[in-house]
Nanobody, 125 residues
Framework: QVHLVESGGGLVQAGGSLRLSCAAS????????MGWFRQAPGKEREFVTA????????KYADSVKGRFTISRDNAKNTVYLQMSSLKPEDTAVYYC??????????????????WGQGTQVTVSS
């Protein structure tokens, strides 16, 4: 079992920045991949970014490339999502997810076994 708790969401103006955190407990954190997904009202959950077990490999959706950065601190059992140059279309509930069967970067929701409760990010224009 893995328990995930996100924090750091909120309301920000367009062009601003936010940093989300996701604290994990349960299995050895450094053994598995992590990802961030988001879901806007009326839309399906979509991939944002993912990171491998060590943090050496990452992948980003085209819509956030160059603006968002994922990182992890295995000593703190935490994964981060630094979001900059935020746009109104980034407004969504953001979820972190753990893919305990994988050490490599995973892009598909089906590869993730555990999900956090989500944190709301709202970007005003």
């Amino acid at each position: 079992q893995v328990h995930l708790v996100e924090s750091g969401g909120g309301l920000v103006q367009a062009g601003g920045s936010l940093r989300l955190s996701c604290a994990a407990s349960g299995r050895t954190f450094s053994n598995y991949a992590m990802g961030w997904f988001r879901q806007a009202p009326g839309k399906e959950r979509e991939f944002v970014t993912a990171i491998n077990w060590s943090g050496a490999s990452t992948k980003y959706a085209d819509s956030v490339k160059g603006r968002f950065t994922i990182s992890r601190d295995n000593a703190k059992n935490t994964v981060y999502l630094q979001m900059s140059s935020l746009k109104p279309e980034d407004t969504a509930v953001y979820y972190c997810a753990a893919g305990v069967s994988w050490r490599t970067v995973r892009l598909d929701t089906g590869d993730y076994d555990y999900w956090g409760q989500g944190t709301q990010v709202t970007v005003s224009s």
